[in-house]
């Protein structure tokens, strides 16, 4: 298949395939079942031992996942919903997003060279029948996000016709060991985003694979897109290596920037699928983001963190999250922001608090932060 020229005209993005695990269950049915339930998947720690931690729960499969067999799982579920053949498929480059993983620095030196996360790409890439992996993300909790942005621009600007996006993140010992030290895992057993009383995050299994294609060239090939990705905006507020801006500007700039991609003004947009980690400084700053960008239009639209419900899914949260944006563009229903125990008075937002919301919306954004200042908002369109 001939490489697409770029042109000067944008290529409308649409997303043809589309797979995705958390702790609720494997496939996207089972995370659809949970969204419509409104129940967070936080059980105690079953997969190491967590009897000297102050925090005990995470959202995590049963058993010891392997994060490339998952994966590659996921990858043949998104190509085969999208009807790819063996042939265009093997033509599909793949942008990845992982966790580095913990075993890594433990394996001898001579094989390190196999497992480091550019490698695993590799291999994943392999395993599915696609071209290659470009690139495998590892910036925090951007990472996927970051990589379905970059996906989308190597389509709209004619250099790509389709790209493959996977990201998995596995709840770890190391992982929660540093953030327990590290007093950000919530010790009450919840993650209350936005919520008055809030004491942290809680970490949550999550992997997930979609295929984006210009919108022209899913119908050539007769493929129904799930919906659109109208827009990609990324932003650094360079504030502190751990802390979002107080005021939220790298957000509200991220948002900003999706927004007027998307040729969408702020009170075209229905929901927001918030960061929301639960913690002090994320939440409040998040909220000042909102605001900032959103304006008048702030106070009427509808917020949840769905982290509230899989756990944070550190790397793998972007692709999960967008996941779950393409199930509200078509389930019509929005997600509740669960753990909510009271408006605290830095996080004034129209959450969506006690159950799901009806609502057919049309036009939904996903928002992301990470450490270091790195800020991410993606917009979506229905069908």
């Known amino acids: 298949m001939p490489t697409p020229r770029p042109t000067t005209e944008r290529a409308a993005v649409v997303v043809t395939g589309m797979a995705v695990t958390t702790a609720f269950g494997r496939g996207t049915d089972a995370l659809r079942a949970a969204l419509a339930a409104g129940e967070p998947a936080f059980a105690d720690v079953t997969r190491f031992d967590v009897s000297r931690r102050r925090a005990k729960r995470a959202a995590h499969l049963p058993g010891d996942p392997v994060l490339l067999d998952e994966l590659g799982d996921l990858l043949s579920q998104a190509i085969d919903q999208a009807g790819l053949d063996a042939a265009t498929a093997a033509a599909t480059p793949l942008l990845a997003a992982r966790h580095s993983d913990a075993s890594w620095p433990r394996q001898p030196l001579t094989a390190q060279a196999d497992c480091h996360s550019a490698a695993t790409g590799s291999a994943l890439a392999a395993r599915a029948g696609l071209r290659d992996a470009r690139r495998t993300y590892t910036n925090a909790c951007v990472a996927a996000s970051t990589a379905l942005a970059d996906a989308a621009a190597l389509i709209a600007s004619g250099r790509a016709e389709r790209v493959a996006v996977a990201a998995g993140y596995l ?50 090939r007769g493929a129904l897109p799930l919906a ?156």
């Open 171 to 220: 709840v770890d010992q190391d992982v929660f060991a540093l953030f327990d030290a590290g007093r950000a895992l919530a010790d009450d057993g919840a993650l209350r985003s936005f919520s008055a009383g809030r004491r942290g995050l809680l970490l949550g299994d999550g992997m997930a694979a979609v295929i984006l294609e210009s919108a022209s060239a899913a119908e050539r």
């Open 228 to 383: 659109r990705l109208l827009g990609w905006g990324r932003a650094g507020d360079a504030y502190h290596v751990c802390q979002p801006h107080p005021e939220g500007h790298g957000m509200a700039r991220a948002l900003t920037a999706a927004l007027a991609r998307a040729d969408r003004a702020p009170e075209e947009v229905d929901y927001l699928n918030a960061h929301g980690t639960g913690t002090s400084y994320n939440d409040s700053a998040e909220a000042a983001a909102i605001h900032r960008a959103f304006g008048a239009h702030a106070s009427r639209l509808p917020v949840s963190s769905t982290k509230s419900l899989t756990g944070h899914t550190l790397e793998a949260s972007g692709l999960v999250e967008f996941a779950v944006s393409v199930l509200v563009l078509q389930e019509g229903l929005l997600p509740v922001n669960a753990g909510y125990t009271g408006q605290d008075p830095d996080c004034r937002l129209d959450l969506v608090t006690d159950a799901p919301r009806r609502l057919k919306p049309t036009t939904v954004v996903s928002l992301n932060a990470a450490f270091g200042g790195a800020n991410t908002a993606l917009v979506l369109g229905a069908v």
